[in-house]
């Protein structure tokens, strides 16, 4: 306000802390004290905690660093290494991760919402209540990872690969699972898939008598067979849509 006061009136600086006398000070402080943005440190080592904020650490070797609770919103990462590194709790929003390695680290509760991981591999990752919601997936490689409780909500995840995964509680809601292998993945209880885009899943001996929000336009997309169990008021379709050595 003083700043504005000296356009308005023509006061000088010394003025101007005159008049900041005549009011209260805290009313002035903001005015006199030069404010202090904090930007990301982009040439910071990898540390808990650390502000990685749209920095470019593409095509780096950073293998297991310590990330915990990290920011690394909007971060470029492709191509980077990061094998048996800890994201516990991080925030990874909007990162690319463009063929990257997570593989065998561990990520529990960290936010990989609306990344790009196009063939990011994730094999042996414990991810569990993670959330992956809007993320670009495609051909993502999650064997033997461990996603209980993941949250996959509107994640596309076309040909990802869940050979030996854990999936128990993981919900599914509107994701792209097409040509995916779904029965590859292990759980227990329900799957969340509402309004998921199964076309050409594979659902060969799974139990998803469980499943909820399935609905019979979804099953006939699939590809089952006589072990898989759909939930109770859903057929099985006349025909699967791929045959059994597709």
């Given at each position: 306000m003083p700043g504005t006061m000296s356009r308005l009136f023509g006061l000088t600086t010394a003025s101007t802390v005159r008049w900041?006398?005549?009011?209260?000070?805290?009313?002035?402080?903001?005015?006199?004290?030069?404010?202090?943005?904090?930007?990301?440190?982009?040439?910071?080592?990898?540390?808990?905690?650390i502000d990685w904020q749209d920095c470019n650490k593409s095509r780096l070797m950073l293998t297991s660093s310590t990330l915990d609770g990290a920011n690394l919103v909007s971060a470029d990462l492709s191509y980077t290494d990061l094998r048996d590194s800890s994201f516990i709790g991080a925030n990874l929003e909007k990162v690319t991760l463009f063929r990257a390695s997570?593989?065998?680290?561990?990520?529990?509760?960290?936010?990989?919402?609306?990344?790009?991981?196009?063939?990011?591999v994730f094999s042996g990752v414990s991810?569990?209540?993670?959330?992956?919601?809007s993320a670009e997936l495609e051909r993502a490689d999650f064997t033997n990872a461990d996603l209980t409780g993941a949250d996959f909500s509107k994640a596309e995840l076309g040909r990802a690969i869940f050979k030996g995964a854990v999936i128990t509680g993981a919900k599914f809601a509107m994701a792209n699972l097409s040509r995916t292998d779904l029965n590859a993945a292990k759980f227990e209880g329900p799957l969340d898939l509402s309004g998921a885009f199964l076309f050409?899943?594979?659902?060969?001996?799974?139990?998803?008598?469980?499943?909820?929000?399935?609905?019979?336009?979804?099953?006939?997309?699939?590809?089952?067979?006589?072990n898989t169990k759909l939930p109770q008021g859903l057929a099985v379709p006349a025909k699967w849509t791929c045959s059994a050595d597709e």
């Amino acid at each position: 306000m003083p700043g504005t006061m000296s356009r308005l009136f023509g006061l000088t600086t010394a003025s101007t802390v005159r008049w900041c006398s005549g009011v209260l000070l805290s009313a002035c402080a903001s005015t006199l004290v030069p404010h202090v943005v904090h930007a990301a440190d982009c040439r910071a080592v990898a540390a808990p905690s650390i502000d990685w904020q749209d920095c470019n650490k593409s095509r780096l070797m950073l293998t297991s660093s310590t990330l915990d609770g990290a920011n690394l919103v909007s971060a470029d990462l492709s191509y980077t290494d990061l094998r048996d590194s800890s994201f516990i709790g991080a925030n990874l929003e909007k990162v690319t991760l463009f063929r990257a390695s997570l593989d065998g680290s561990k990520a529990d509760k960290a936010n990989f919402s609306r990344i790009e991981g196009y063939r990011t591999v994730f094999s042996g990752v414990s991810a569990r209540e993670a959330s992956f919601a809007s993320a670009e997936l495609e051909r993502a490689d999650f064997t033997n990872a461990d996603l209980t409780g993941a949250d996959f909500s509107k994640a596309e995840l076309g040909r990802a690969i869940f050979k030996g995964a854990v999936i128990t509680g993981a919900k599914f809601a509107m994701a792209n699972l097409s040509r995916t292998d779904l029965n590859a993945a292990k759980f227990e209880g329900p799957l969340d898939l509402s309004g998921a885009f199964l076309f050409r899943t594979r659902l060969e001996g799974m139990d998803l008598s469980q499943a909820t929000g399935l609905q019979q336009w979804q099953v006939d997309q699939t590809c089952g067979d006589g072990n898989t169990k759909l939930p109770q008021g859903l057929a099985v379709p006349a025909k699967w849509t791929c045959s059994a050595d597709e």
